[in-house]
T-cell receptor
Framework: KQEVTQIPAALSVPEGENLVLNCSFT??????LQWFRQDPGKGLTSLLL?????REQTSGRLNASLDKSSGRSTLYIAASQPGDSATYLC???????????FGTGTRLTIIP | DTAVSQTPKYLVTQMGNDKSIKCEQN?????MYWYKQDSKKFLKIMFS???????INETVPNRFSPKSPDKAHLNLHINSLELGDSAVYFC??????????????FGPGTRLLVL
């Protein structure tokens, strides 16, 4: 059974700093890994999707990496802004089924 | 234009009632999903339909019954609501269910509170 863990559960960082969010998963037989953002009271917005054959994906100030063999992914946010404050969720799509298994999320607060 | 929409946005009801949540996507996707996010913010899949066919049916009480009248709609009916059903329910869709190349697009959520 796939288990996805995100550490830390919460993170506060001064504006302008670079930061890294971590995601680990127990079963490396995955199709892809996705990073989502959830704002309070809102739905999820997909940020980046990394296929199992890829090592990283970049979008603007965001860079996501994937090390499938060690069951880890990181989301790097450069030059953080107050608007980056949200909960960040990682999710993996397993081989053999259509199920996304979500992590527990990291609540990020950027301090102006 | 709203890609994945859900109604209602908020739902407050008494224990024992029956309620439905509706979801529609205008993205032309083949696959739709229902997720439940509990009070600890943990998000877990409940059901998935591909072209109106049920393909994922997680271990949820049979009081929950999804219905897909066409591939653009996936509704969730809940019978005999219980306090533990209080959560945020998210609908999502993806272009295709298989292959793992597709991003899932989420609706804004329906906040259900059972009193």
């Amino acid at each position: 059974k796939q288990e996805v863990t995100q550490i830390p559960a919460a993170l506060s960082v001064p504006e302008g700093e670079n930061l890294v969010l971590n995601c680990s998963f127990t079963d490396s037989a995955i199709y892809n890994l996705q990073w989502f953002r959830q704002d309070p009271g809102k739905g999820l917005t997909s940020l980046l999707l990394i296929q199992s054959s890829q090592r990283e994906q970049t979008s603007g100030r965001l860079n996501a990496s994937l090390d499938k063999s060690s069951g880890r992914s990181t989301l790097y946010i450069a030059a953080s802004q107050p608007g980056d404050s949200a909960t960040y969720l990682c999710a993996v799509l397993n081989f053999g089924n259509e199920k996304l298994t979500f992590g527990t999320g990291t609540r990020l607060t950027i301090i102006p | 234009d709203t890609a994945v929409s859900q109604t209602p946005k908020y739902l407050v009801t008494q224990m024992g009632n029956d309620k439905s949540i509706k979801c529609e996507q205008n993205l032309g996707h083949d696959t739709m999903y229902w997720y439940k996010q509990d009070s600890k913010k943990f998000l877990k899949i409940m059901f998935s339909y591909n072209n109106k066919e049920l393909i994922i049916n997680e271990t949820v009480p049979n009081r929950f019954s999804p219905k897909s009248p066409d591939k653009a709609h996936l509704n969730l009916h809940i019978n005999s609501l219980e306090l533990g059903d209080s959560a945020v329910y998210f609908c999502a869709s993806s272009l295709r269910g298989a292959g793992g190349t597709e991003t899932q697009y989420f609706g804004p959520g329906t906040r259900l509170l059972v009193l």
